[in-house]
Nanobody
Framework: QVQLMESGGGLVQAGGSLRLSCAAS????????MGWYRQAPGKQRELVAAITSGGSTNYADSVKGRFTISRDNAKNTASLLMNSLKPEDTAVYYCAGKNPLRGWTFWGQGTQVTVSS
């Protein structure tokens, strides 16, 4: 089992920045990628950004050029730097771990990000 703990959410004005962090513990060997999902009220959960253990990244089109995901394999952490935040980025952000066979299986408890206009 893998445990994921997020930190770093909060309230920020439009145009501002926030950094989210995720610490993984437990059976780290069972995941080969970490990512960030978000879910806004009334909407489905969507993948925001992901990074493999080798460092390959992918981003949702809506955040490309504004968000940067990074990973420290030695510390088992992943971070999401969010710049030029918009009100539509407001959501609960979840750290996720991907098992190569079972997919996105492990989830953190979520952290609220609110962007005011």
């Amino acid at each position: 089992q893998v445990q994921l703990m997020e930190s770093g959410g909060g309230l920020v004005q439009a145009g501002g920045s926030l950094r989210l962090s995720c610490a993984a513990s437990g059976s780290i060997f069972s995941i080969n990628a970490m990512g960030w999902y978000r879910q806004a009220p009334g909407k489905q959960r969507e993948l925001v950004a992901a990074i493999t253990s080798g460092g390959s990244t992918n981003y949702a089109d809506s955040v490309k050029g504004r968000f940067t995901i990074s990973r420290d394999n030695a510390k088992n952490t992943a971070s999401l730097l969010m710049n030029s935040l918009k009100p539509e980025d407001t959501a609960v952000y979840y750290c996720a771990g991907k098992n190569p066979l079972r997919g996105w299986t492990f989830w953190g408890q979520g952290t609220q990000v609110t962007v005011s206009s």
